[in-house]
């Protein structure tokens, strides 16, 4: 059995080679409660069922670098007779995972992974930032990844046109923004038949004219909307960890959190740094918060329209931004996202939605402080 612990201080973590492992630093401090700060516990149990020879599995990991609403404040593994483990860095978008190898399959054993982080209710600024209160600032480089077209994100052709129909005689990224997060909630649904969060394929969205799917699909329409009008913007992938406190059922998770992952989106205004959004959750809340479903003109749903532009209830812990995400030592073409477990066994990739070959469990808890 081997087993690694990485206490991290995240203010001092560097961006890393391709495959760079994490060095070892002090315990990061466990923000105070009395802030808003709470502490969650996350542990993802994982077992190949049925390796076939050399095997490779690859586990999301939280943000690692702090901000105002998610700190990583540590993380630990189990990997028994495993042959190689590392924290490693996807390049590109900067994905931090958990990669785990097995040179022998009859050696594969069981994986545990546990995560602390802390999150608290995130607000953006939607209004100009005042010169004593600066907005956090990107570097260009990170704005202009964020601008880019990704494999399932297209922002020329179809999706340019439409971006610029929805934000014509609109002004500034705030205004902009608004008007293309008022028209994915006016015309997407959310189809419960789409396997997972779906895959984000805006290409085909906008060609066959069904804009049906669930979070990573309706979300990724908002992000590749804003980059076709010049917005950076970006999807952020992770999971449910708790039940919601804002009064809607379905949109928190507790407990067993095995199938809470969530995908949400953000842009960039140049006087406000980061504004979060969830169009998806708006649908979500219409098709779940009640059996039958709501319409768009119901309270709650109109409650969450107005309060998901420019918030996240953190009841969720980020994983990263990443897309086109080229596994470390995976013999298969990229995925289009890290946020489920992962795994290839004898060359054959492992589907990461079917529990009968790739078993996983996630369970949450609050941490009291």
Not at 243 to 257: A, H, N, T
Not at 267 to 295: C, H, N, S, T
């Given at each position: 059995?081997?087993?690694?612990e990485?206490?991290?201080?995240?203010?001092?973590?560097a961006?890393?080679?391709?495959?760079?492992?994490?060095?070892?630093?002090?315990?990061?401090?466990?923000?105070?409660?009395?802030?808003?700060?709470?502490?969650?516990?996350?542990?993802?149990?994982?077992?190949?069922?049925?390796?076939?020879?050399?095997?490779?599995?690859?586990?999301?990991?939280?943000?690692?670098?702090?901000?105002?609403?998610?700190?990583?404040?540590?993380?630990?593994?189990?990997?028994?007779?495993?042959?190689?483990?590392?924290?490693?860095?996807?390049?590109?978008?900067?994905?931090?995972?958990?990669?785990?190898?097995?040179?022998?399959?009859?050696?594969?054993?069981?994986?545990?992974?546990?995560?602390?982080?802390?999150?608290?209710?995130?607000?953006?600024?939607?209004?100009?930032?005042?010169?004593?209160?600066?907005?956090?600032?990107?570097?260009?480089?990170?704005?202009?990844?964020y601008?880019?077209?990704?494999?399932l994100?297209?922002?020329?052709?179809?999706v340019?046109?439409?971006?610029?129909?929805?934000?014509?005689?609109?002004?500034?990224?705030?205004?902009?923004?608004?008007?293309?997060?008022?028209?994915?909630?006016?015309?997407?649904?959310?189809?419960?038949?789409?396997?997972?969060?779906?895959?984000?394929?805006?290409?085909?969205?906008?060609?066959?004219?069904y804009?049906?799917?669930?979070?990573?699909?309706?979300?990724?329409?908002?992000?590749?909307?804003?980059?076709?009008?010049?917005?950076?913007?970006?999807?952020?992938?992770?999971?449910?960890?708790?039940?919601?406190?804002?009064?809607?059922?379905?949109?928190?998770?507790?407990?067993?959190?095995?199938?809470?992952?969530?995908c949400?989106?953000?842009?960039?205004?140049?006087?406000?740094?980061?504004?979060?959004?969830?169009?998806?959750?708006?649908?979500?809340?219409?098709?779940?918060?009640?059996?039958?479903?709501?319409?768009?003109?119901d309270?709650?749903?109109?409650?969450?329209?107005?309060?998901?532009?420019?918030?996240?209830?953190?009841n969720?812990?980020?994983y990263?931004?990443?897309?086109?995400?080229?596994?470390?030592?995976?013999?298969?073409?990229?995925?289009?996202?890290?946020?489920?477990?992962?795994?290839?066994?004898?060359?054959?990739?492992?589907?990461?939605?079917?529990?009968?070959?790739?078993?996983?469990?996630?369970?949450?808890?609050?941490?009291?402080?």
């Amino acid at each position: 059995m081997r087993r690694r612990e990485f206490l991290l201080n995240l203010s001092a973590l560097a961006p890393g080679a391709a495959l760079a492992t994490w060095p070892p630093h002090a315990r990061a401090a466990e923000p105070e409660a009395s802030s808003g700060w709470r502490v969650f516990e996350v542990v993802t149990s994982v077992e190949v069922a049925a390796a076939s020879g050399p095997t490779r599995v690859w586990l999301p990991l939280p943000l690692s670098t702090p901000s105002d609403y998610q700190r990583l404040l540590n993380t630990t593994w189990d990997a028994p007779g495993s042959s190689h483990t590392e924290l490693a860095v996807v390049p590109g978008y900067d994905v931090r995972l958990l990669h785990l190898y097995w040179q022998d399959a009859a050696a594969v054993g069981p994986i545990t992974l546990t995560c602390r982080v802390a999150t608290r209710d995130r607000r953006g600024s939607l209004e100009r930032a005042s010169a004593t209160l600066s907005a956090e600032r990107e570097s260009a480089q990170t704005l202009q990844r964020y601008l880019r077209p990704t494999a399932l994100l297209p922002t020329d052709g179809i999706v340019r046109a439409t971006a610029q129909q929805i934000c014509a005689r609109r002004h500034g990224e705030i205004e902009q923004a608004r008007a293309l997060y008022e028209w994915v909630v006016e015309n997407t649904t959310r189809d419960p038949k789409t396997p997972g969060c779906g895959i984000g394929d805006v290409g085909s969205m906008l060609r066959s004219g069904y804009f049906g799917g669930k979070c990573a699909d309706i979300n990724a329409l908002f992000v590749a909307l804003a980059r076709s009008a010049g917005i950076p913007a970006r999807d952020a992938y992770g999971v449910r960890v708790a039940d919601s406190r804002l009064g809607y059922r379905c949109l928190g998770k507790s407990g067993d959190i095995s199938k809470a992952q969530h995908c949400r989106a953000e842009f960039y205004a140049r006087d406000q740094g980061w504004i979060p959004v969830d169009p998806a959750d708006v649908r979500k809340v219409m098709l779940e918060e009640q059996a039958g479903g709501l319409p768009m003109s119901d309270p709650k749903v109109q409650a969450a329209r107005h309060a998901f532009f420019g918030s996240w209830e953190m009841n969720w812990v980020a994983y990263n931004h990443g897309h086109d995400v080229a596994l470390p030592g995976s013999t298969s073409a990229a995925i289009p996202f890290l946020m489920y477990p992962n795994g290839e066994s004898g060359g054959a990739r492992i589907n990461s939605l079917d529990p009968a070959t790739f078993r996983y469990a996630i369970h949450s808890r609050e941490v009291v402080v």
